[in-house]
């Protein structure tokens, strides 16, 4: 396991943008893949993007399409979402994991990050 630790959460109006930053404690974050995941109250924890320890190949939900960017820069431990034209449903707590497993369900992730806010106002 790896310790994360998100940031840039915040508060952003309908169409504007925000980038979110996932730091790892340790090199062997290079080893893992990573996913972005976000949750709402009484709802449950979905994914929002993955990418694989090379960062080769990506996943996205169908809600962020277009609108989300996945990346990874290995030499500095540090993974990112880019999200643009940002919605008010996009409002939830984001966090990211990371694991071996190339997975899209937060069950095939074994580290995670204590999350950040994302508040998007219409």
């Known amino acids: 396991q790896v310790q994360l630790v998100e940031s840039g959460g915040g508060l952003v109006q309908a169409g504007g943008s925000l980038r979110l930053s996932c730091a790892a404690s340790?090199?062997?974050?290079?080893?893992?893949?990573m996913g972005w995941f976000r949750q709402t109250p009484g709802k449950e924890r979905e994914i929002v993007a993955a990418?694989?320890?090379?960062?080769?190949?990506?996943y996205y939900a169908d809600s962020v399409k277009g609108r989300f960017t996945i990346s990874r820069d290995n030499a500095k431990n540090t993974g990112y979402l880019q999200m643009n034209s940002l919605k008010p449903e996009d409002t939830a707590v984001y966090y990211c994991?990371?694991?071996?497993?190339?997975?899209?369900?937060?069950?095939?992730?074994?580290?995670w990050g204590q999350g950040t806010q994302v508040t998007v106002s219409s």
């Open positions: 340790e090199r062997t974050f290079r080893s893992y893949a």
């Open positions: 994991a990371a694991d071996l497993r190339y997975g899209r369900t937060p069950y095939e992730y074994n580290s």
């Open positions: 990418i694989t320890w090379s960062g080769g190949s990506t």
